[in-house]
Nanobody, 115 residues
Framework: QVQLVESGGGLVQAGGSLRLSCAASGSIFSINTMGWYRQGPGKQRELVATITTGGTTNYADSVKGRFTISRDNANNTVYLQMNSLKPEDTGLYYC?????????WGRGTQVTVSS
């Protein structure tokens, strides 16, 4: 049973920073892709960033240059450093992994950016 637990969300003013963390637990040997998605108010869930086991990253155009994704393979943890936050970054941020061809999701952590 794979479980993902996110932390680090909160309320921040525009221009501020937050760091999200997600720890995967369970009978996990090696996780392929780890990443973050978000769902803003009235919007569909969208990709924010992903990172492979080898460290290859992919970012949504809207966050390039502001967000940085990283991972700790030894501890099955993925991070999202978010800088220069904007009100449009507000949403529920979901941790996501692909493990043995299955997709797993966390419950989400709320990020609210005030103007």
């Amino acid at each position: 049973q794979v479980q993902l637990v996110e932390s680090g969300g909160g309320l921040v003013q525009a221009g501020g920073s937050l760091r999200l963390s997600c720890a995967a637990s369970g009978s996990i040997f090696s996780i392929n892709t780890m990443g973050w998605y978000r769902q803003g108010p009235g919007k569909q869930r969208e990709l924010v960033a992903t990172i492979t086991t080898g460290g290859t990253t992919n970012y949504a155009d809207s966050v390039k240059g502001r967000f940085t994704i990283s991972r700790d393979n030894a501890n099955n943890t993925v991070y999202l450093q978010m800088n220069s936050l904007k009100p449009e970054d507000t949403g529920l941020y979901y941790c996501h992994i692909i493990y043995q061809s299955y997709w797993y999701w966390g419950r989400g952590t709320q990020v609210t950016v005030s103007s």
